[in-house]
């Protein structure tokens, strides 16, 4: 995705920086790297912008990211649907206009010039059999001639008729287009459905009827065969046209939508993978567990107290089956209560967990708990501010910071977190200078200088963020993330040995620091490198298949490995991954971001059943315009 692309609405941190495509010219040309944006929002919850775009080929999925409401809302979806479907019909009143057949193009022959009412030729169903072939031609032509004249004065139904008799003539797909735009004026939308679905049955390759028959359809809530016709349509134009393809993108987040709320009513609960549950912990300041909470106080394990310290002492497990354990344990926690002046600190960490299972409604209720008790615990109005990020909301966000400083304006976690607001805002100058601020106040914490590398390079200072990594791997040689981190920024300059260098050193680190629950993200970026270097396919399917073994859950890996078969043409392979993705997501907005990925795919694959001849005419544009992941 280009470099200066918005973040996403639902978004709690900017996207990883990436290498700026050359201006479009079709639609394919503009397609939208889903793992990529995926992986920004995944890991910059954790507070840690990526470099390196992870995507590649996603079928003719545009970038979503330009829209302005967050997707999950329930007002902004009515709106929008209203919108849409006010938009649809418009579209298709432009699309209305009947059209000269194939004859006709020989259709403009002087010999078919318009008549008069009374010279129109009289057939019905006994006598059209008594004409000769020619006869019928010609009265076709003529037929076909008055419908458009009557379709062009309004009188529809007169055009209906006349259609109907050029049809008796002559099965001409054309003729059956033109009577269902005069159905389109008159919204009888079945009756379009009908004539376009006969003239597509005649010429399956007829843009016109697709798309008119897809505006039924979409007119009538049968989004997925809507989407169906307009894709159809998009490949045999080549993608060159605009509107349909906005018709596609509309129509996929639509029926992303209503399957995405049907997801969201019937998920459970719980918590994303441990890599996504350790990068959002590791974006705070690592501090002693509080006073009578560490390990020399004698306290009941039954107790609030008690609860308290188990559910920390779980999280430093860094695993799957440790922060269940954690979350449970401050559940706990607060349900036996007497937890004296650790009440606060209890309801900042059972929210933490809670907003991590994308609980966000209750997560917020425990987090203002937290910060009516103790107004001085500022980690409660940062991680509170986090929260309204992922709700688009930044000025509730602004305004925690705010407060967060009129409490402690000492504390470097909240400059920390103040600058991923203002690099949402693309106020890169703000954010590196609370990045600074942040390591001035604390220069042994290794994220704000990987944040201030990130932020240089997303201005354009590539020198400066360069040296800003050098720095971090002279003053932090033991810890794995610099060396990703600066992995990513060497493959987005297409250093691939280099990078792959990085990459190994920050697995081998992560193995030997953390056994039990490594980061993942190392192994994917290799796969990433390998892939992109030499189109090394096997080897990057079995870094990822590597990357899941270890931790599951991890969406980062299911979207890559997507990207990896659609890149191979295993389509239905990829669909599993993308449904998979959907299934891991938090929120509403990721999981229509992922299904609208899965129903791309998914009519894809219906197209090319259907279609058989479009198969080939996808696959040669997909090897023109999309020639690898970048």
């Known amino acids: ?18 290498i ?11 397609i939208s790297n889903w793992a990529s944006e995926h992986k920004g929002v995944v890991y910059t919850v954790a507070g840690l912008t990526l470099v390196v775009t992870a995507g590649g080929v996603v079928y003719y999925l545009t970038d979503s990211s330009k829209s302005s409401s967050a997707p999950g809302s329930a007002t902004s979806s009515k709106r929008k649907n209203k919108r849409d479907r006010k938009k649809a019909k418009k579209d298709a009143e432009k699309e209305a206009t009947p059209e ?17 009412e009374d010279e129109l030729p009289e057939v019905d169903e006994s006598s059209v059999g008594a004409l000769s072939e020619e006869e019928r031609k010609e009265y076709a032509a003529k037929l076909k001639a008055a419908g458009n004249k009557a379709y062009g004065s309004k009188d529809y139904n007169r055009a209906i008729e006349l259609y109907g008799k050029a049809i008796m003539c002559k099965q001409d797909p054309v003729f059956y287009s033109n009577r269902a735009a005069c159905w389109n004026a008159m919204s009888n939308w079945d009756k379009v459905i009908e004539d376009t679905t006969a003239a597509i049955n005649l010429d399956n390759e007829y843009v016109k009827a697709l798309n008119r028959r897809a505006n039924a359809y979409e007119q009538v809530e049968r989004n997925s065969e809507a989407l169906l016709d307009y894709t159809a349509s998009c490949i045999i134009d080549g993608f060159r046209n605009e509107q349909s ?72 497990t860094k695993t799957a089956d440790g922060y269940a354990d954690a979350a449970a344990a401050f559940d706990k926690a607060l349900e036996l209560g007497d937890l004296g002046e650790h009440e606060a600190f209890a309801y900042n960490m059972r929210g933490t967990f809670k907003y991590l299972k994308g609980d966000s409604d209750d997560a917020l ?64 100058g703000e954010a590196a200078k609370d990045y600074q601020k942040s390591i001035d106040l604390d220069k042994d914490f290794i994220f704000s200088h990987i944040q201030l590398g990130v932020t240089q390079y997303k201005m354009g200072s590539i020198a400066s963020s360069m040296a800003t990594f050098r720095r971090c791997m002279k003053n932090f040689d033991k810890v794995p993330d610099v ?66 073994i270890i931790d599951p859950e991890c969406d980062i890996a299911v979207a890559t490995m997507a990207q990896l078969l659609l890149q191979q043409g295993k ?60």
């Open 20 to 30: 700026s495509n050359p201006a479009p010219s079709s639609m394919w040309d503009r």
């Open 245 to 316: 393809a906005q018709s596609v993108e509309r129509l996929l987040k639509k029926v992303a939508e209503t399957k995405g709320k049907a997801i969201l009513d019937s998920k459970e609960k719980k918590l994303p993978s441990p890599t996504f549950v350790t990068n959002y912990i590791q974006s705070f300041r690592a501090k002693p567990p509080p006073y009578g909470l560490d390990e020399e106080a004698e306290l009941d394990e039954e107790s609030g107290k008690g609860q308290l310290r188990r559910g920390l002492n779980a999280m430093n």
């Open 571 to 630: 389509v239905t392979e990829a669909l599993k991954y993308f449904e998979r993705a959907a299934e891991l997501s938090r929120t509403e907005g990721e999981i229509v971001n992922a299904l609208s990925y899965a129903e791309a795919t998914r009519t894809q694959l219906e197209v090319q059943e259907k279609y058989p001849k479009l198969a080939s005419k996808l696959g040669a544009m997909g090897a023109g315009f999309g020639s690898g992941m970048r």
């Open 365 to 428: 209720k425990d987090m203002d708990k937290s910060i009516e008790i103790d107004p001085n615990l500022t980690q409660s109005y940062i991680k509170r501010a986090s929260m309204h990020l992922e709700l688009a909301n930044p000025d509730a966000a602004e305004a925690d910071f705010a407060s967060a400083l009129e409490s402690n304006k000492e504390d470097p976690d909240i400059y920390y977190h103040r600058a991923q607001l203002h690099f949402i805002k693309a106020e890169f």
């Open 1 to 18: 995705m280009s470099a200066d692309a918005a973040p996403l609405p639902n978004s709690p941190g900017p996207f990883p920086v990436g």
């Open 483 to 548: 060396y990703n981190y600066y992995g990513e920024l060497l493959l987005d300059q297409q250093k691939y040995q280099e990078a792959i260098e990085k990459f190994d050193t920050a697995v081998e680190m992560e193995k030997t620091a953390k056994p039990m629950g490594m980061n993942v993200l190392p192994l994917i970026n290799k796969a990433l490198a390998l892939f992109q270097w030499k189109n090394d396919f096997g080897e990057a399917e079995k870094l990822c298949q590597k990357a899941l």
């Open 100 to 116: 000269e057949s194939k004859a006709g193009a020989e259709a403009k022959k002087p010999s078919v010039t318009a008549v008069s």
